[in-house]
């Protein structure tokens, strides 16, 4: 299994990009040795060159007597032939010094090499440079190089050893990289088999190191949450259809029959059908809201947004539901912000928005209670609230209230279709705002938040 793992290595994509910066950085390397290695070379045989200049115009300058004689206590000085110097009559022949003749060359004065050997030692190399003396004698000034052609080869061994294990360590690197990037992305692909097999409460694993595969990684899982509540509020629709749309439906059915078996008179009639008119205009509508939120959730009217003030949102929805609530004897104040409280959003769907949080309400607030709006707004966030000193919701039912056709007990004997908070969620979503109950101590209090735009 492992090596069968390793085998799959190179078609990672890190064990690629391995490969391409150990090959950047390959060349890289052979470029800098390269300079380095051009240099040292031209430095040295330059101060070898040098030194050679140096002997010939001394050399040159003196009397043939002190010539010979610097050149023949040279000689015997120098017994390793390590400047193997050696001065030729006009003929060719040897006067003073090592080499038995004068060594091939192009033209004076211009450095050469060879292999010269001293009697009964090794080869070795020698930089020389030829110059013609005014007596038509022949100077052949010498300089061994072995220490700089071992130099050289120290130089190449160690670009060879250190461009080996550069290589070496690079591989390694490279397929530690792809292995480990092969592991991970196994296990991104076990989550996601899993995920497709069925299991949406499965979700990517996140290293927590904030790096690409952690970003992508945290998106898929945030589309996953998306997704996972959407199939909850599908199921949770479905089961609530069901349940909640029986009673209509066996109403209607129920009155149909009934009117058809029994003899009734013209207005019997006339009664039995307007009740199954009313029963059918309910449905209608609760399938109408039902596309609207649909709609809302699916962002089509994002093109309508503009900049809306919550204050003037809150004080229309107020002077709407004021006749009801004085009606109801309810006491229902609206606190303003100080200043303008401007999101980016649709202004029809947050006036809707907060007309189903405030008729909510108004339906469970007792008769002589209270129910305030009050804006909320500072320098990051501006929103509403909506609290109210009636029953309040359970804890554990805070979350259900905004499934769609979602009623709980207390709300059984109350109008409506359970869809006004799944709309207000939907909208919440669309403009990016936050929609959270609170206790209000007593009562309830509803909060929709966003992300304050200047106006």
Known sequence: MFFARLSEVPRTTSFRTALIFLSLFICSFLALFGYIYWQTTGYLLND?????????????????????????????????????????????????????????????????????????????????????????????????????????????????????????????????????????????????????EGDLGRRLPVRGNGDDIDRLSEVVNGMLDAIERLMGELKGVCDDIAHDLRTPLTRLIGGLERARRHKLS???????????????????????????????????????????????????????????????????????????????????????ATCNLLDNALKFVPNHGRVEVRVIADASRSGLSISDNGPGIAAEEREAVFRRLYRGDASRNKPGNGLGLSMVSAVARLHDMSLEVHDALPGCRMEIIGKAVNS
């Open 48 to 196: 070898v060159d040098a030194e050679l200049n140096r002997t010939i115009e001394s050399l040159s300058q003196q009397p043939m007597q002190i010539r010979l004689k610097e050149m023949l206590d040279h000689s015997i000085n120098d017994r390793n032939n390590l400047a193997p110097s050696t001065l030729f009559n006009a003929s060719g022949k040897p006067i003073v010094g090592p080499m038995k003749s004068v060594p091939a060359f192009g033209s004076f004065d211009q450095p050469y090499e060879l292999s010269w050997s001293a009697s009964g030692s090794h080869n070795r190399p020698v930089r020389f440079i030829v110059h013609r003396l005014d007596d038509s004698s022949t100077l052949v000034a010498a300089e061994d190089i072995h220490d700089i052609r071992e130099f050289h080869e120290l130089l190449m061994n160690a670009l060879l050893s250190g461009g080996s294990l550069l290589i070496l360590v690079g591989l390694i690197g490279a397929v530690a990289l792809g292995y480990s990037a092969r592991r991970r992305l196994d296990g991104l692909t076990r989550s996601i088999r899993h995920i497709v």
């Open 266 to 352: 013209e207005a019997e009639y006339v009664e039995a059908l307007d009740e199954a008119l009313d029963e059918a205009k309910g449905l209608m509508q609760t399938f109408r809201a039902l596309l609207r939120i649909s709609q809302i959730e699916a962002g089509a009217r994002r093109s309508q947004f503009s900049i809306v003030d919550l204050n003037r949102i809150a004080a229309d929805v107020s002077e709407l539901f004021e006749p009801l609530a004085e009606e109801r004897d309810i006491n229902l104040s609206l606190v303003a912000a100080p200043h303008p409280a401007c999101i980016s959003g649709d202004p029809q769907l947050l006036f809707d």
